[in-house]
């Protein structure tokens, strides 16, 4: 039987908002010294929650673990535009918000639940010809993009205050929570954007678990050696 490192498995972390998802393999590889780093799902720089690291040979396993459903909460801001669809964007359109109850809200979410089209948005990590989207994006270039299948399993707001609103969804991989963001305000006749996101759940790794990326800094081999889930108990069941 195949002998297995203690760090060929994977790593719960909480990602804080600044850094990339790539970031983050990239400290955890100089810290440690490990040669094979890799995530399961990016997670936009403004986005925090639940990233799961895989170390050594776990990265075997990434695509497996990547196509897992996820859960999202987050925050909405209705009235405004912005043409990354999120906070960092550049605002494009600003209009009021027309008056709604919680429950009107959550009916024009419950529109979005079920198998959709889903194009991704031009600032997405998602290449063409080799070149990242954004970074066509950024020089005002604007290419075609196939839309892809996803599935929104529930879309609920939990609370709503003009012009913010608090939800939570759940979906398959590859869904552009910002794209739904974005769709629900044209649908209001509004704008909207996605103010703040935050990856609580993935497959079947809850962000409660999760190590905040300053703690993991902060720790020796030996400490790291005790928080990875081992590369069996990732393939069991």
Request: charge should be neutral; aromatic fraction near 6%; glycine fraction near 8%.
């Amino acid at each position: 039987m195949q002998e297995f490192s203690p760090l060929d498995g994977a790593l719960l972390v909480d990602k804080p908002s600044g850094p990339t998802s790539h970031d983050v393999v990239d400290l955890i590889r100089r810290k440690f010294g490990i040669k094979k780093v890799g995530h399961c799902g990016t997670l936009d720089p403004n986005a925090t929650g639940l990233l799961i690291i895989v170390l050594g040979r776990g990265t075997k396993l990434s695509e497996k673990m990547m196509s897992d459903d996820k859960v999202y909460e987050g925050t909405v801001k209705f009235g405004e535009t912005t043409d990354s669809y999120d906070s960092d964007g550049e605002l494009t359109h600003s209009l009021p918000v027309p008056p709604m109850t919680l429950d009107e809200l959550n009916e024009s979410a419950a529109t979005f639940v079920g198998d959709l089209m889903q194009t991704p948005p031009m600032v997405s990590a998602i290449k063409i010809k080799g070149v990242p989207l954004y970074k066509l994006a950024r020089k005002g270039v604007e290419v075609e993009r196939e839309p892809r299948l996803i599935h929104i399993y529930n879309f609920r707001f939990t609370q709503y205050a003009p012009p913010l609103g608090q939800f939570k969804i759940a979906c398959t991989k590859g869904t552009y929570v910002r794209s739904l963001a974005h769709e629900l305000g044209q649908k209001l006749g509004c704008g909207a954007h996605l103010a703040t996101l935050r990856r609580s759940v993935s497959g079947k790794f809850d962000v409660a678990e999760a190590a905040t990326l300053d703690d993991v800094l902060k720790w020796s081999t030996a400490e790291l050696e005790k928080k990875v889930i081992p590369f069996l108990r990732l393939t069991a069941g």
